[in-house]
């Protein structure tokens, strides 16, 4: 037989720690500690099947058809209006629907990475995020965007974008605080490069008032469309349901039709049916009744989950208790502990939990490990700590 053409170069450079993940699913019993779900238990699902029904229903034009490839004009026209707010005016023309912030970031790389490109990420970085972009093989510069010696304007110069988490990144579950908010934002300005704000974690604030958004403070000029350096990412993943997939993208309207035309060629449009389902769930106000359940069930469980490692993980890690989203990201006392291994023996032990390695774009980081506490019941969360810690000492060992 003929030698079949090679796969491109780019899949060399992806982990084996995601097949391992992917793998551990299927392991009775296990504990899974790895993965960034939400709480099965949020999910309003007679309200949403009615809506379903009635988007079919009564908007077969827009629910059966190809959409346009922006997004429904009245789903883009509610995210306008519910993200505009102080000096910042939304149009429309400033919101792209994707298939969930998967795509988004997906679009982005496709519209400003070249080979060999210079991305300005915060470190550790979201891996859905890594992931996509590798096919353009990008160069990393690191920002660790709580480090008191950080300048945004070193970091941010020439690079194709700056990549950024702000509230309770994946994965460390920390929030950036107002002060250097504000210098991104400036630094973006000042640069000319653009400036990502991803944030599916937005709304999972559990103790405090959310910080306002780097859109909102890169806002430049009162009643003016919005047209400034900030790429907001927003979906409804975490506060209504991960299968609609839809996501959406708020820019310069500049921006927007370039990655209106990657969309196109991408996936021609996201699902009108999903489209029309989300649009529904907010204009009825569905989405903001449920917010207060999903904080109430969320923060339980990070109490859980932190007592629980308080009992059993103190002489083993450091971590701080996150005021949001969806992660705790814990870091091991001993450098000989290595986490790629700790995922391995945690199988053994029945539970799973993520290696900072994932989430590092060099791979190097063998120190932390992230663990969810949004999936797993109270009870759940102990068991799989009390394997954790098992798990850790028996890795430590035989380090
Ligand atoms: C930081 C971050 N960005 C984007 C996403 C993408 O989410 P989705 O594609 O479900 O909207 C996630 C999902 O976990 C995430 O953690």
Redesign the pocket.
């Known amino acids: 037989m003929p030698q079949r053409p090679a796969f491109a170069k780019w899949l060399d450079d992806t982990n084996d720690v995601t097949a391992t993940f992917l793998a551990a699913g299927r392991i009775p019993g296990l504990v899974n500690l790895g993965g960034?779900l939400p709480g099965t238990e949020i999910w309003p699902v007679e309200d949403m099947t009615k809506l379903a029904t009635s988007a079919v229903a009564d908007h077969a034009d827009e629910t059966l058809a190809y959409a346009p490839v922006a997004g429904l004009p009245k789903l883009r026209d509610l995210i306008a209006a519910r993200y505009s707010e102080g000096d910042l005016t939304l149009t429309r023309d400033n919101v792209l629907i994707t298939a969930?912030?998967?795509?988004a970031?997906n679009l982005i790389g496709t519209v400003l990475l070249e080979e060999g490109s210079t991305v300005a990420s915060q470190t550790p970085a979201?891996l859905?995020?890594l992931d996509n972009w590798r096919p353009r093989q990008p160069v990393y510069r690191p920002m660790r965007l709580e480090a008191n010696d950080l300048d945004p304007v070193a970091a941010m110069t020439g690079a194709q974008f700056a990549y950024t988490?702000p509230n309770f990144?994946?994965p460390t579950g920390k929030l950036v605080n107002a002060a250097t908010r504000r210098r991104l934002v400036d630094a973006a300005h000042h640069t000319g490069t653009w400036l990502i704000e991803?944030d599916?974690?937005g709304t999972l604030y559990y103790d405090d008032a959310p910080m306002p958004r780097m859109l909102t403070l890169s806002a430049e000029e009162a009643g003016a469309p919005y047209d400034g350096p900030v790429i907001y990412?927003g979906?409804?993943?975490k506060e209504l349901a991960?299968g609609l997939?839809i996501?959406w993208i708020i820019a310069a309207p500049e921006m927007i039709e370039v990655l209106k035309a990657a969309k196109q060629s991408a996936d021609m449009c996201t699902s009108g049916l999903c489209q029309q389902i989300t649009h529904d769930a907010f204009a009825t106000g569905l989405a903001d009744d449920m917010l207060p359940n999903i904080l109430d069930l969320y923060r339980a469980r990070r109490d859980a989950l932190c007592a629980a490692m308080d009992e059993h993980l103190p002489d083993l890690f450091t971590w701080e208790r996150p005021t949001g989203g969806m992660f705790v990201w814990a870091t091991a006392k001993d450098p000989a502990l290595d986490t790629n291994r700790l995922m391995e023996v945690g199988l053994e032990h029945g539970v799973c939990i993520s290696p900072s390695s994932v989430f590092d774009p060099e791979g190097r980081d063998h120190s932390s490990i992230r663990i969810n506490f949004t999936y797993n019941t109270e009870d759940k969360l102990v068991t799989g700590i009390e394997r954790l810690a098992t798990a850790t000492r028996a890795a430590l060992a035989e380090a």
């Open positions: 960034g969930g912030g998967a795509q970031l979201y859905g995020a988490v990144s994946n991803d599916p974690y990412l979906t409804v993943s991960p997939r996501g």
